[in-house]
């Protein structure tokens, strides 16, 4: 099984309209998940930590649920900017090596 | 706002050859990482390095392959002998001490022909 798994997309939406993608992951050692971004050819910055609780983010939310292993990040009023590829990310506590999903690619087209 | 910073940007080399990629880490960070990230693959840890030692590191990271900080400001990653497979982006990290986000560099685009 993989230790972290997206659905690859493309993901294909109009502008406005609202996204959710979703990952699990393997080992329940993880602590501390991530959604980073990624454009083509460039390097992955990060989108947002994703907290027990949920959190939020202007039009990003992010939930995480540690019983089923899942993590998803919802995208509300889709930009053209918002075009790219969605890597879901975990790791364990401390400065220990990210985990990385393949990643979800999103295209939003006006 | 600091970030990291990688050379060369892209670097073809012939196999057989070694190269080197260098990282210069945001200066309050005192742990570094390397990943790799193969054309159309997921990004994949090679290593870790704190106190002036690796803490960490993949099965990827084999003996071909090296880590330094020559000085205060670098780190640098070596293959000593480049491979086809070896041809990739690759990323610099780093992170403060007990965080655990990492900030990375805009990468090297190694070709190996």
């Known amino acids: 099984r993989k230790e972290v798994e997206q659905d690859p997309g493309p993901f294909n939406v109009p502008e406005g309209a609202t996204v959710a993608f979703?990952?699990?992951y393997s080992n329940s050692a993880s602590q501390s998940f991530f959604w980073y971004r990624q454009d083509c050819r460039k390097e992955p910055k990060l989108l947002m930590s994703v907290y027990s609780s949920g959190n939020e983010d202007g039009r990003f939310t992010a939930q995480l649920n540690r019983a089923s292993q899942y993590i998803s990040l919802l995208i509300r009023d889709s930009k053209l900017s918002d075009s790219a590829t969605y890597l879901c990310v975990v790791n364990k506590p401390g400065n220990t090596?990210?985990?990385?999903?393949k990643g979800t690619r999103l295209s939003v087209i006006a | 706002e600091p970030e990291v910073t990688q050379t060369p940007s892209h670097q073809?080399?012939?196999m057989g050859q070694e190269v080197i990629l260098r990282c210069v880490p945001i200066?309050?960070?005192l742990y570094f990482y390397w990943y790799r990230q193969i054309l159309g693959q997921k990004v994949e840890f090679l290593v870790s390095f704190y106190n002036n030692e690796i803490s960490e590191k993949s099965e990827i990271f084999d003996d071909q392959?090296?880590?330094e900080r020559p000085d205060g400001s670098n780190f640098?990653?070596?293959?000593?002998s480049t491979k086809l497979e070896d041809s990739a982006m690759y990323f610099c990290a780093s992170s403060?001490?007990?965080q655990e986000t990492q900030y990375f560099g805009p990468g090297t685009r190694l070709l190996v022909l």
């Open chain 1, 97 to 101: 090596p990210l985990v990385f999903g």
């Open chain 2, 96 to 98: 403060v001490r007990g």
């Open chain 2, 65 to 67: 392959f090296s880590v």
């Open chain 2, 27 to 29: 200066s309050n960070h």
């Open chain 2, 76 to 80: 640098t990653l070596k293959i000593r």
């Open chain 1, 22 to 24: 979703n990952c699990t």
């Open chain 2, 12 to 14: 073809v080399t012939q």
